[in-house]
């Protein structure tokens, strides 16, 4: 029992530090942005170059990994979008929120201190493949379903807005260039692997720190109907997927499934509602459903964690 108390302090401490400390101080949301911006564009992305660049290329070229876990992430989502528009006739952008509610998890912002924490520098790989290729399909996915509701931009900019976000976002360009030096073996001079490595060190607590933040300056003002299948779905269903999907297929170190399992089992991404707010759709409830999955999930990645590192989780299911 001190062992798991012990990892999870930790994590869901600084989480409520970020959140007294936003009570305490209150301070206006936009005093946040600088701190949003370092984590973005310096700390997560050093942290994500360093993890792959120092990584031997073998290991990073597993698609047989990264497409089994987007496969089983996007049955959660389809099933939701089927769900939202067939069984509650909602509107097509109001469906494409709600889905992503429920599949598109905190794994930039939580997911690699947790990881790291929870299972070792073995999770270093697929945690960081898991966020590029997910974080690009979802930029893609979004404007691209908006684009058949209502967004009003031709296919042209509608296409070269999608390409000018999946190539241009931080967490995309530091991966890759972490691929370019894992696969050339480039040399990396001691005082630059210095500064990525004070800027990796401080990912995992100012992230933390920011998501305690936010969920302090967005309080909740009503509960979404849709919470009652969303919350299931993001906190319980999508990890089981994701695990069943990665123990059909086999081949995966257990560290990997352990990885994407826990990863899985986040709440919801604070890009959800950016999202939504972008487009003018679902974002009061949005926000709810952010609030409400990171609550909850102080006891459901505990649960997850708990049968993780106590080895209940089997990594043969089928043989």
């Known amino acids: 029992m001190a062992d798991f108390v012990s990892l999870l302090l930790p994590f869901f401490g600084l989480i409520l530090i970020g959140y007294f400390a936003a009570k305490a101080t209150k301070q206006p949301a936009e005093a946040l942005g600088w701190l949003n911006t370092f984590i973005i564009y310096a700390a997560l992305p050093a942290l994500f170059f360093k993890l792959v660049s120092r990584t031997p290329i073998e290991e990073l070229t597993r698609v047989d990994f990264i497409v089994t876990d987007i496969a089983a992430t996007y049955a959660v989502f389809i099933l939701l979008?089927?769900?939202?528009?067939?069984?509650?006739?909602?509107?097509?952008?109001?469906?494409?929120?709600?889905?992503?509610?429920?599949?598109?998890?905190?794994?930039?912002?939580?997911?690699?201190?947790?990881?790291?924490?929870?299972?070792g520098e073995g999770a270093a790989v697929p945690v960081a493949l898991i966020i590029c290729f997910e974080n690009a399909l979802h930029f893609i996915v979004a404007p691209t379903l908006m684009a058949a509701g209502d967004d009003k931009r031709s296919a042209g900019q509608l296409a070269a807005d999608i390409a000018r976000k999946v190539t241009l976002h931080p967490f995309i360009l530091s991966t890759a260039a972490g691929f370019a030096v894992a696969a050339f073996d480039i040399a990396q001079p001691l005082a630059f692997q210095r500064l990525v490595d004070y800027l990796a060190q401080a990912a995992a607590p100012c992230a933390l720190f920011a998501m305690g933040v936010t969920l302090a300056l967005r309080p909740l003002k009503r509960i979404p109907a849709e919470i009652s299948y969303i919350v299931p779905a993001k906190l319980i269903l999508?990890?089981?997927?994701?695990?069943?999907?990665?123990?059909?297929?086999?081949?995966?170190?257990?560290?990997?499934?352990?990885?994407?399992?826990?990863?899985?089992?986040?709440?919801?991404?604070?890009?959800?509602?950016?999202?939504?707010?972008?487009?003018?759709v679902w974002q009061e409830r949005a926000s709810a459903t952010i609030l409400i999955t990171t609550v909850l999930s102080v006891a459901s990645v505990s649960l997850w964690l708990v049968v993780i590192r106590s080895g209940l989780l089997p990594l043969q299911l089928f043989l």
């Open 81 to 119: 979008f089927a769900i939202g528009r067939f069984v509650r006739g909602n509107a097509l952008d109001d469906c494409t929120i709600q889905s992503f509610a429920g599949a598109y998890g905190n794994i930039g912002y939580m997911g690699p201190g947790l990881a790291f924490l929870a299972l």
């Open 238 to 280: 999508h990890p089981i997927a994701v695990f069943l999907a990665l123990t059909a297929v086999g081949g995966f170190e257990p560290v990997w499934i352990q990885a994407a399992v826990l990863l899985a089992s986040l709440p919801t991404a604070t890009n959800v509602f950016v999202i939504g707010q972008q487009y003018g």
